[in-house]
């Protein structure tokens, strides 16, 4: 069975929609709902993507028996091991959802990193110091080798890898959306609860929340730290998605700029605006990177260039005349309880996070 380009096209949009979508959500919660302007977003997506990078390689070698240096024979040891996964599928599955948890528990601890700053500064002095942190994944993924292999970057082994070729990505793009939905449903269930009205009361008047007893910086550390979790989740998966990792492809414009344009398209502290928004940009981008060796000769100057500049148009026209995005905030109704039981629920799983 081979695979019309239309319908790669769509799978590879869709794979790249839910792993944005899960960046984007965790953006919101902190930006949208808490007011904190995380511009140093990419600084958790790439703890997450090296995890998937350096961690579940050395685990299936050490399991395999397989011998060598990870990074210096990367791709020899890699082929080997996508070998043995085709007959150790459960493992592969295992070391597959390990790796994503040990992902979020580095990305919980970025976060927890990057919340100092928030608990002191606040506006332009805070989005510039996230700024500055989110630079830092980039310098250290070039300049330490043995992470993900400096400038050349790794492969990482497919844990669906006794799939034929051509189910590989559909596959992966289904459980990419699935993961994706979970997350969606996790943060409605949190902005829908009475943490999603403190988060909103710390981001408009601080003072005014505190005089109600709430602590402020505890919110704000905390919500980065789960916000965080999750980017690192998503850029773990993305790593897997592609089959590999390079420290290059986590930059500033791609995994920081462009999720706040998605939220800002879709509208603030609105998780229906951040799916539509976000869609609107991924299918954007396909379409222009799929169609622009088409315009060469029309433009008149690099076409690589191009999305980059029609991206920057939408940006600007989305804050000069619908700066609010697509979907307006609303007040949103709390969740409705129908018994003590699953009352008790809920409340037993954001305290897990929040107290």
Known sequence: MVLESETIFIIDLLAIFAI?????????????????????????VGAGAFVAAAIPGRIFANIAGIEGDYITNNLLIVSQINLWLVDNVGIGFVVFFLTLGVAAGVGGG??????????????????????????????????????????LGVQIPDPLSFLPNELRFPVATIGLVAIAAIVYVYSEKMVRSPLGRMLRAVRDNEMAAEALGKNSNHIRIKIIMVSAALAAIGGALYAFYVGGTIAFAYDRASWTF?????????????????????????????????FKDSLEGFVPFDVVWLDFLLLGVILLVILLYRPQGIFVEKPTPTISHKGEDNQWNIKKMFNFFFK
């Open 258 to 290: 462009w999720p706040f344009l998605m939220i800002l398209i879709g509208g603030l502290a609105n998780n229906k605006g951040v799916l539509i928004g976000t869609l609107i940009f991924v299918t954007l981008r396909k379409f222009i990177i799929f």
């Open 110 to 151: 970025v976060g927890l990193l990057t919340s100092y700053p928030a608990i002191r500064l606040r506006g332009d002095y805070l989005a510039i110091t996230l700024l500055a942190f989110g630079e830092s994944i980039r310098i250290i993924g070039n300049n330490y080798t043995p992470l993900v292999g400096g400038t």
């Open 20 to 44: 944005y979508v899960i960046v984007n959500i965790s953006l919101n919660m902190e930006f949208g709902y808490t007011g904190i302007p995380n511009f140093g977003k990419v600084l958790a």
